[in-house]
Structure formats: structure tokens, C-alpha cells
């Protein structure tokens, strides 16, 4: 009897988890979730990206908040020797889509890809504010 209990326990938290994650409409066959996949199964068992991947990233980006007391650089790539792009005051509220390691800056190598200024910042000087994916390449 326990571990009947326990099964019916785990299915239940598993179902919920399911439908917490969004992942409920798409079991349950609704073509419009089904088409905002982000990755598609190849025959070869790899995974492709699809062409709305950056949108759906965006979609999902997260936030961070700048810790930099003179403000912070935004970069074209993730590293102090690309382009500067832009700059963030300190306190400033980012949308961010997803995280690398590049430059190591004061210890940090991981760098924020922004979802609104098209560029790169240190995670070093952002406080992120939840979680941050690692980008797909």
C-alpha cells in the first residue's frame, strides 16, 4: 500500500510540474504550442535550432540589475575588446536572454546577451534577478 502511495504521490507532482512549466497544453496536442518549439529532434539524434529561436528567447528573457556605480558598457561581443555598443546607468533594469562565458572580468567569465540593446554585458557588474539560461549555440 505505501508504495502504491508513493507512485501516486510522484505522478501527481510530476503532472503538476508539467502543467506549471507549460508543458500541459503541448501533451495535450495544441499545434500552437507545438509550433513555438524551440529545437527539433534530427533523424541523427542531434537537436537544430529553429528559425523562431530568437524570438522565443526573447520571449523568455529574464531580468538583471546594474551593480556598476559609474554604469556599465554594452558590448557587441562578450568581451571588453569588442565594439561599445551602448551603456547602462547604474540601478538600470535589463532584460536579458541568456548567458556565455567569455572574457573573465574581476573572476566572472560569464557575460549577458541583452534582449533589447542587441549586445553583450559582464555578468560581473549585474545583479541577476532569477534564473539566466545558457545560450544554444
Known amino acids: 500500500m505505501l ?16 502543467g506549471v512549466l507549460g508543458a500541459g ?3 495535450a496536442g495544441d499545434e500552437e504550442a507545438k509550433a513555438t518549439a524551440q529545437t ?8 537544430e535550432e529553429t528559425a523562431d529561436h ?3 528567447a526573447a520571449a523568455h528573457a529574464r531580468w538583471g540589475k546594474v551593480i556598476a556605480r559609474t554604469g556599465l558598457n554594452i558590448r557587441k561581443r562578450p568581451t571588453t575588446h569588442s565594439k561599445i555598443v ?28 541583452l534582449a533589447h540593446h542587441k549586445g553583450w554585458v559582464t555578468a ?8 539566466i539560461p545558457w545560450c544554444r549555440h
Not at 508504495?3 to 508539467?18: C, F, Y
Not at 538600470?92 to 560569464?110: E, H, L, S, Y
Open 3 to 18: 508504495k502504491s502511495v508513493k507512485t501516486t504521490v510522484a505522478l501527481t507532482a510530476g503532472a503538476l510540474t508539467l
Open 25 to 27: 497544453p503541448a501533451l
Open 40 to 47: 527539433v529532434p534530427t533523424a541523427a539524434g542531434a537537436v
Open 54 to 56: 530568437t524570438a522565443e
Open 86 to 113: 551602448g551603456g547602462l546607468p547604474y540601478g538600470a533594469k535589463v532584460k536579458i536572454i541568456c548567458k556565455v562565458n567569455g572574457q573573465t572580468i574581476k573572476g566572472n567569465p560569464r557575460w549577458y546577451k
Open 124 to 131: 560581473r557588474y549585474v545583479k541577476n534577478l532569477n534564473y
